[in-house]
């Protein structure tokens, strides 16, 4: 009978522990995991309303897996002064107007802080 009871105690550890594990994969699938930190509910940095727009650049960036990597590149671009910015994670592009002319490698290096890889930095007025 004490056997029994070790069984059914192991069973019921290891049912818990699967749960646990199954409902931990299905959030990071649906891209709400914490693969890189987060798993919580992201508050995203407002976009400015510029008063004038001198450009737009497209950054197509790698790296960025889940809601919460998109949304760190968002507010990390919406911080900077004189750009308003908006991350499209599942088509891995960043559209970023600016008030005024920004080196790609400011853009770049603000990016890839993150630990993300920027691939290609294309301006509209090329």
């Known amino acids: 009978m004490g056997s029994t009871i070790s069984n ?9 522990v699967l749960f646990f594990a199954v409902k931990s994969s299905i959030a990071h699938f649906k891209g709400q995991g914490s693969c890189c930190g987060g798993g919580g509910k992201d508050v995203l940095t407002k976009p400015k309303k510029l008063s004038n727009v001198a450009n737009v650049k497209t950054v197509r960036i790698e790296g960025m897996h889940c809601e919460h990597c998109y949304a760190r590149v968002h507010n990390v671009l919406n911080s900077m002064e004189g750009i308003s910015a908006k991350v499209n994670g599942k088509k891995g592009i960043a559209i970023v ?15 890839t802080d993150l630990g993300y890889t920027v691939l290609s930095i294309q301006s509209e007025k090329e």
């Open 8 to 16: 059914i105690i192991i069973i019921i550890i290891i049912v818990l």
């Open 97 to 111: 107007k600016m008030e005024k002319e920004i080196e790609d490698q400011v853009l770049s290096d603000a990016i």
